[in-house]
């Protein structure tokens, strides 16, 4: 094996373990606040406390199991798992369970599986992995392919509908494409018919409560308790806050229950309003650290297809933590994005420790011929 | 492949472009962070007191705490109308998704009779969605237990401890006390527009009638609150600061006990009214109306059956005979007359006629007769008022003529109410010419003067005006306002409630007004009296007048024979009386429908009054 070995003791073991210390660092330190908030969100309920605890440690042990794969190992994977989430999805159409007005969930007997979870991953590892099989920058008709390797999961996602899902996961795709180096011209061509596309999007694929919650998300107060309640009452926790919060456990936006969804997607309100702006700035630090941390080792690895596939993933977690914040703070419409790994909950944590998992691959697993 | 070398060639450039665009997305990723600790400074600095206050605003509620009601208290200090825990079943239509269901439900679990659920279903039309409403009332104790036992089966549904009205004494005070019952829109209404809605946000009852509507400001107090924190679905969580209600003031009456089960005891079954009252400052000292009912069925709403019953019964026990009867006063007014009569002039202390036993007026063939057929003889004023003679009083009438009875008659509180604190009062009737133009678009003819000068034909008045008319003649000219209340008390302080004796007649001759009392004296004392057997032996020294009011027209030559006629067409006997007669502590009134003759039924029951009024009561000593 060609490993970079350390002159620290401590990180050279991490290291044999394929692990970024400063990385697992940073996540650690979100764990322990997101737990922390959970406690005081969840109502100090013990049993929500466990399963998140629970599902932390899945999540890490997931992180550590794909770290130990070499990033060789996973691009040749990259499209065999593709194909086979594509034809998961069309699965989910054909039999998937539906749940909530949409079909999402394919049931195994045992568990029921979100294929849409997967293709999270493969999506931008497939197109990375034909992006870096050529030249860079891309070409026209290589930037055609891997825009139609994002359009088609997309669609199928939008179909279940799951419409902030779909959007994401294109936006994974996309991301590989602006870090290939797809020329700004371009960039501009596609944002402009991104723009013509909205109206068609508003019209023929949006089910009307994703159209209310636009409106919403346009003018709350105009229905204060209806579609509006979560928005206002989430802005009147966060502005209660302050500087300083109520204090942990004082919330009384929270603990009084006015807050809906206050350990799920509003999980932040919780955070503004007993520990104020200060709270707010230290968990923004920690994701801030994260993500540089994430972008620094995209940057530093051998391959095109490690950096592509990193600073993809790396930018679409920052996606996260933005859609969540701005949809809390009435920046952005109510989608069902959760605060990464501070909300309760969610196949998604699994998927996002994965990523990461593919990150410290990449920053672990570095050939002897590449170092200077 | 070719490409694949070509790429390995290029490593450095395309490290260069991976970079370039790492930097362009960390500068945007940097950007977008600014975004959001701009939007949280906006949100928690510059917009913090906005938020803090709709934080409050979400967590804190207030909370209505309705006063203890007013107590009310007989003269001795005996609870006439007190305050009792009842658990009650209540609603809250806002947290109740079936509401015909859980109706049902509980129709299971406890006896709900279908006139409760019309009426709990009328209130919640009437009430708002939050307020919590009674379904049932006065649960018993079994019934407590299994709706507690099964209230986790029903959210919105709790068994509530409510201080509730009970009148103790039942049906002896329901004239004067009243009652009080739930409040109804339009008296919603009212309150809205005195600006008193406020004050009642926690209260659900209200005065209806009698004291307890007149004294409904007073005894109702003030409301308190709490300001609580509460959770979104309105839970209490923990009270945050208290401001205590004020209670409502207690009243005291001039009543006594002991003086109206004396009135319920003597009266039996006998319709009629007794009202008495302290002539010197006009506190009224009983006050009953027979038959009388249960004022507590009305507490928690009457059941249409026993409304009904109560409604068309023919002994009218809803009717209130002490004020708003109007009787014809008969013989009780001549004492009165008999002073208009000396102060005018018209007749003096010796002027004496001659009865032949009927009253004609010139160029009229019509007699009208006096009661005792073959006549009185020579007749003075004493003898006149002493033995009630009809035609002294026919001839008088006559030579003072309608304006100037009606007038002064008018001054004494006839046709006028008089003021006493209920609002349950008719206003009886004065004629005068005026009045019959207005009433019956006819002329006052003289044949009209000679009936009313005996109380009778359209003259009515209500018991308590006849007391309220005497006590004039005993305070020489002064008109006191009965009134119930004697005494305010809270728990500091007690303020006496006595309204000052209006003048209402000039007195010509002091003496004219101690021939007219010294007749009503002679009434009683003298052998011949009309009320003098029936106070045979008393302990103390009455005066009075009994009175006995025709029903029936009678025949010119007929004769009245009380078992010819139907019984509610027989004579109502009146009596006025008072006592002692030196220094006059009480007046009294007796109204008896149907009983017969005044003296020998009305007199009597006076007697009894009076009796336990000096030798029981608590003014056993004056």
Known sequence: MNEQFDSSARQSRLALFHIDGPLLLGLMLLMGFGLMILYSASGQNMIMMKAQLIRLGVALAVMVAIAQVKPQTLKRWSLPLFIAGLGLLVAVLLVGHVGKGAQRWLDLGFMKFQPSEVMKLAVPMAVAWFISSHNLPPRLWHLLVGFLMCAIPTLLIAKQPDLGTSILIATAGVFVLFMSGMSWRIIIFVAGVISAFLPVLWIFLMHDYQRQRVLTFLNPESDPLGSGYHIIQSKIAIGSGGLEGKGYLQGTQSQLEFLPERHTDFIFAVVSEEMGLLGVLVLLGVYLFIIARCMFISTQAQENYSKLVAGSFTLTFFVYVFVNIGMVSGLLPVVGVPLPLVSYGGTSMVTLMAAFGVIMSVCTHKRMLATP | ????????????????????????????????????????????????????????????????????????????????????????????????????????????LIDITPEQIESFLKHVKAQRRFNSIALKEQLDDTEVAILAANQHRFPGITVEARLSRHYPFGDLFTHALGYIGKINTRELQQLDEDGEAANYAASRDIGKIGLERFYQRELHGTMGYQEVEVNNRGRLIRVLRSVPAVSGQNIHLGLDVGLQLTAQQVLKDQRGAIVAMDPRDGAVLAFYSNPSYDPNLFVHGISSTNYNALLHSRDKPLFNRVTQATYPPASTIKPHLALLGLETNTITPSSKIWDPGYFMLPNVDHR????????????????AVMKSCDTFFYELGVKLGIDRISEYMGKMGFGERTGIDIFEESSGIMPSRGWKRARHNQPWYLGDTVPLSIGQSYWTTTPLQLIVATAVILNEGQLATPHLVTAFSDEQNTTFHSPPLQPAIEVVDPNNWQVVRDTMHRTVKDIGGTAHKAFI?????????????????????????????????????????????????IVIAVALENAGGGGSNAAPIARHMLDYYFTAGVNANE
């Open chain 2, 537 to 585: 032996g008393a302990s103390y020294d009455a005066a009075g007048k009994t009175g006995t009011a025709q029903l029936a027209a009678i025949a010119q030559d007929a004769k009245y024979d009380a078992k010819a006629i139907d019984e509610r067409l027989r004579d109502n006997a009146m009596y006025i009386g008072y006592a002692p007669y030196d220094n006059p502590s």
């Open chain 2, 1 to 108: 492949m070719l490409k694949k070398r070509v790429a390995i060639q290029d490593f450095a450039a395309e490290t260069r472009l991976f970079n370039h665009r790492a930097v362009v997305a960390m500068s945007v990723v940097a950007i977008l962070f600014c975004v959001i600790i701009f939007n949280q400074y906006q949100l928690q600095i510059v917009s913090y007191q906005d938020y803090q206050t709709r934080s409050e605003g979400n967590r804190i509620k207030v909370m209505p705490m309705a006063p203890n009601r007013g107590l009310i208290y007989d003269r001795s200090g005996i609870l006439l109308a007190e305050n009792r825990p009842v658990f009650s079943l209540e609603l809250v239509p806002e947290q109740i998704k079936d509401m015909d269901e859980v109706l049902s439900a509980l129709a299971q």
């Open chain 2, 368 to 383: 009208f007769r006096d009661h005792i057929s073959w006549g009185h003889g020579w007749v003075d004023i004493y003898t």
